[in-house]
C-alpha cells in the first residue's frame, strides 16, 4: 500500500510539474511597425535553461504606387534555440537559430527592386520582462549571416533587369519589442 501511494504521490508532482509554463506564443511589435510584417513565434521550454522555437514572418504589402512604390515584401521561417541563464521566460537571453526567407524589397531611397531568397543562421540576445503570471515583454536584437541569390530590377512595375546573382551576406536579424503570452 505504501509503494502505491508513494507511487501516486510522484506522479501527481511530476504532472505538476509538467504543465509549469513550459509553452509561450509572442509577435515582434517592431515588425508590425516598420512595415507590417505579420509574425509569430511558438517556443517550448524543453529544460530548466533552454527553450526551442519555430517561428514565420508574412508581409505582402505595397505602400504607394508607381515609382513612388515601397515595399518590404517578405516570407520567413526559422528555428532556433534559447539559453536562459536564469530560468525559461524570465530575466537576460541567448539564442541562435536557423533562417529562410523569400524578400522582395524596393522603393526605400531609390526606385529599384530587389528579390530572391536566403539562407543563414543567426545569434541573438535580449531580455524578458515578465508583466504578470502569462504575459511578458521581450527586448533584443539579432543578427545573421548566411546565403543568398538575387536579382535586381530598375523599378518595381517596368521589370528592366540590373543585376543578379549570388553573395553571402551579414545582415541584422530582428529588433525584438515582443510581447509573449506564457502557458
Not at 509554463?21 to 507590417?36: C, F, H, K, R
Not at 511558438?42 to 529544460?47: C, K, L, V
Not at 516570407?75 to 533562417?99: D, E, F, N, Q, T
Request: hydrophobic content about 40%.
Amino acid at each position: 500500500m505504501k509503494k502505491t501511494i508513494v507511487q501516486l504521490v510522484l506522479a501527481l508532482a511530476l504532472c505538476g510539474t509538467a504543465m509549469a509554463q513550459e509553452m509561450s506564443l509572442s509577435t515582434n511589435v517592431a515588425d508590425y511597425i516598420s512595415g507590417g510584417t505579420l509574425n509569430m513565434e511558438a517556443a517550448y521550454g524543453i529544460a530548466r535553461h533552454w527553450s526551442v522555437s519555430a517561428g514565420a514572418k508574412y508581409n505582402p504589402f505595397t505602400f504607394g504606387e508607381g515609382d513612388g512604390e515601397i515595399h518590404l515584401k517578405q516570407r520567413s521561417v526559422s528555428a532556433g534555440a534559447r539559453y536562459w541563464p536564469w530560468h525559461i521566460y524570465s530575466g537576460w537571453w541567448m539564442g541562435a537559430g536557423l533562417k529562410y526567407q523569400e524578400f522582395n524589397r524596393g522603393g526605400i531611397t531609390s526606385p529599384e527592386t530587389m528579390e530572391g531568397d536566403r539562407y543563414g543562421a543567426g545569434l541573438s540576445a535580449g531580455y524578458s520582462r515578465m508583466l504578470g503570471k502569462h504575459l511578458n515583454l521581450d527586448l533584443g536584437m539579432g543578427v545573421w549571416a548566411g546565403y543568398g541569390v538575387y536579382t535586381t530590377y530598375s523599378c518595381p512595375t517596368c521589370g528592366r533587369k540590373l543585376d543578379s546573382g549570388n553573395k553571402a551576406f551579414v545582415l541584422p536579424n530582428d529588433m525584438i519589442l515582443g510581447i509573449n503570452y506564457i502557458f
